[in-house]
């Protein structure tokens, strides 16, 4: 855990704070696709690189980088007594896979025009359930694995699917066979139980709070339904094998806002790898 206290001259006339008045603890990796949760007094005005970050009435807050986040971020708080604070932040860049990916469908890799009301619609509603924002505070219930079994696919790789390059995959692969039981790796409740995207096939998408949120991609069955509450090691669905795969496994994504998250930057390391 990083840990920073910081004594600050007032910006305008008044006496100087005690550590107590302006402390702030920051826990998570310094990397692309990392994850960082602040604490900080509660009332504080806190902003990432221009864009307010939500701030829970006891202090808590997220961070998010994506995978190509800037090696340098700037990071604002303004605390209830009239002190401000600007920090730089820098960011690790970090060293992507290339995963080469043959034997799909051609359908699934170059669609035809008459998926794209299909695509456009599946995109649309995984944007709506990912747009949820309240204060919940669910991703502080910690993280688990939802699945456990050999990684077949890791955060940030450059796709090559059939021989064409595509976008990067954004989430960790887990291979495990057709009705592995899928465990809530958090608290959260339940923005999305899609039975057959194009690409995705089932999915689920469970937002943790702050607009933090899970996405379990290429079920076999759902059995939990949007609006429901779920808390860390729930069983929430069965592993499959629908949309754009060569075989069973789960892919389990994270956003923050618009920010892809690595979610295996947030789990201890997967029993019998390495990080």
């Known amino acids: 855990m990083l840990k920073l206290r910081w004594l600050l001259l007032p910006l305008i006339f008044g006496c100087l704070p005690t550590a107590a008045e302006v402390e702030l603890h920051l826990t998570g990796q310094w990397v692309q696709g990392g994850l960082i949760l602040g604490k900080t007094l509660p009332g504080t005005r806190v902003v990432l690189d221009g864009t307010p970050v939500r701030v829970s009435d006891q202090g808590d807050f997220l961070l998010g980088f994506g995978r190509d986040h ?43 025009p008459i998926d794209y009301d299909r695509i456009r619609r599946d995109s649309a509603a995984a944007r709506q359930a990912r747009s949820r924002d309240d204060p919940r505070t669910d991703f502080i219930s910690g993280w688990m694995w939802p699945v456990k079994g050999p990684i077949s696919g890791v955060y940030g790789s450059q796709r090559v699917l059939n021989g064409e390059p595509r976008r990067p995959h954004y989430g960790v692969d887990i291979a495990v066979p057709v009705g592995t039981p899928v465990k809530a790796p958090a608290d959260g ?7 057959d995207m194009f690409f995705s096939g089932a999915t689920l998408i469970i937002d943790h709070g702050h607009r933090l949120s ?7 069955k759902i059995l939990v339904k949007s609006g429901d509450r779920v808390r860390k090691g729930d069983i929430i669905a069965e592993v499959g094998k629908s949309g754009r795969v060569t075989g069973a496994h789960l892919d389990w ?23």
Do not use: C, W
């Open 70 to 112: 800037p090696q340098k971020s700037q990071l604002e708080l303004s605390y209830q007594n009239g002190i401000k604070e600007l920090r730089q932040l820098e960011i690790k860049k970090r060293e992507y896979q290339i995963q080469r990916i043959d034997g799909l469908p051609k359908r699934k890799v170059a669609p035809e």
């Open 253 to 275: 994504r994270m956003n923050l806002a618009n920010a892809r998250i690595d979610p295996q930057l947030l789990v201890e390391p997967m029993p019998g790898m390495s990080k």
């Open 189 to 195: 409740i339940v923005t999305l139980a899609h039975p």
């Open 214 to 220: 899970s996405s379990f991609l290429h079920l076999d």
